[in-house]
Nanobody, 122 residues
């Protein structure tokens, strides 16, 4: 079992930055691919990016490439989402998720956090 708790959300003006954190319980954190997803009001949840268990590889959806960076600290059981150059369209509830496969598909992630809200004003 893995429990995930996101933090770091808030309100920011366009062009600003936020760093989200996702703290995980459990002793096998490094076994999991960690993904970030987001859901804007009235829209389905969408994939943002992911990082391998080792932290060596990351992969992002096109809309955030060059602006968002995922990293992890396996000693602390934390994964981060650094978000720069934020845009109003980045406004959403952001979720972290843990899975054992390298995938963008939500169904492949076994554990989910409760989400943290990010609001970007123009």
């Amino acid at each position: 079992q893995v429990q995930l708790v996101e933090s770091g959300g808030g309100s920011v003006q366009a062009g600003g930055s936020l760093r989200l954190s996702c703290a995980a319980s459990g002793r096998t954190f490094s076994d999991y691919t960690m993904g970030w997803f987001r859901q804007a009001p009235g829209k389905p949840r969408e994939y943002v990016g992911r990082i391998t268990g080792s932290g060596y590889y990351t992969y992002y959806t096109d809309s955030v490439k060059g602006r968002f960076t995922i990293s992890r600290d396996n000693a602390k059981n934390i994964v981060y989402l650094q978000m720069n150059s934020l845009k109003p369209e980045d406004t959403a509830l952001y979720y972290c998720a843990a899975g054992r496969t390298w995938s963008t598909a939500e169904a492949t992630y076994d554990y989910w956090g409760q989400g943290t809200q990010v609001t970007v004003s123009s």
